[in-house]
């Protein structure tokens, strides 16, 4: 696709923005970058504001990832695979599974090779604010509206063997995400309640430190260090492997996790990282879309783009 294209990761805490030009897919130029924080700015409207005082994201086509928090996620099996069928059925399938009347929701889904389906809901409400101040802000054409999982996870699937069983953790502050995929074809996403803040709450509190000394402490990964937490990081190896056998054992999952890609605040933890090789016996990927979509990164952006926070707005302008 020519021409210049924003992507928006839109989270709880902040916005992050990065604008492609030039073929997406084939590498392009990534000619802007931006990160907002909404609750220092007093909210969304406000936060976007902001970001438009930069002239490069006004006026842009966009691709909008949303928090994953916002997205309601059921497996379905039905007896047909013709997409007409499916969308008229979809809805009165996921009636009984979700909070939420049919008609107050926008469905979408992702079919497996197994003949299930992967179901997304969200509020036609939150779709339409977000979509009105996105397009009021910053004078935006909206074109696409996606799950950030399910974004991060495409480029990686596209790079690798179709046949391959893998998972893509994005591994924020308050949470660790999921996205498992096998065939070439997305079939579960997860949500985890370990995250950096309650690895660095731990060493704080152990260390009677503050939590800003001990974010450092941290990535410095000293052994006393990361004895320190290595309980909450043996747990939540201990769950994501839990998950992934229910997974097999119900026929989500027919293989083996052969590759474990991570990105987000997370993958700065070098013993976390250990700890996961070491539970999955297997090299874990540090996800650098930049570098593994060949995107030229222009002189200046280069000092705010990070790739361990920035992937999902690049994997949006990329969709």
Known sequence: MQGNLLGLDIGAKTIKAVLLSGRG?????????????????????????????NSFFKNMSCCICLPFDEVM?????????????????????????????????VIDYLKSDEGSLLAAAVSQKVIKNLIEVVEKTL????????VSLAALAYPIMEKNPAEESAMVLDIGAAGTRACFYENGAIVEMRSFAFGGDSLVAEMARLKA??????LPLLIKGSPDNIDAVSGLCGKFCQELKNTI???????????????????????LFGFLIKGLED??????????????NKTEIVPGVKE????????????????
Request: net charge negative; with cysteine; proline share 3%.
């Open 279 to 292: 539970c999955f016996s297997l090299s874990v990927e540090i996800m650098d879309l930049a570098r593994l």
């Open 304 to 319: 705010k783009y990070h790739p361990q926070f920035m992937s999902t707005a690049l994997a949006a302008s990329i969709r």
């Open 245 to 267: 056998e229910i997974m097999k054992i119900n026929g989500v999952l027919k293989k083996d996790i052969s590759r474990v890609t991570v990105t987000g605040g997370g993958s």
């Open 139 to 146: 004078s935006a054409d909206v074109m696409v509206i996606d």
């Open 73 to 105: 996620l059921r497996q379905v099996t039905l007896p047909f695979r013709d997409d007409g069928k499916i969308r008229k059925t979809l809805a009165f399938e996921m009636e009984p599974l979700i909070p939420l009347a049919k008609g107050e929701v």
């Open 25 to 53: 897919m084939a590498g392009g130029r990534l000619v802007a970058a931006e990160e907002v924080n909404i609750e220092e700015c007093g909210g969304l409207e406000v936060a976007l504001g902001k970001l438009a005082e």
């Open 209 to 214: 430190i503050d939590k800003a000394e001990a």
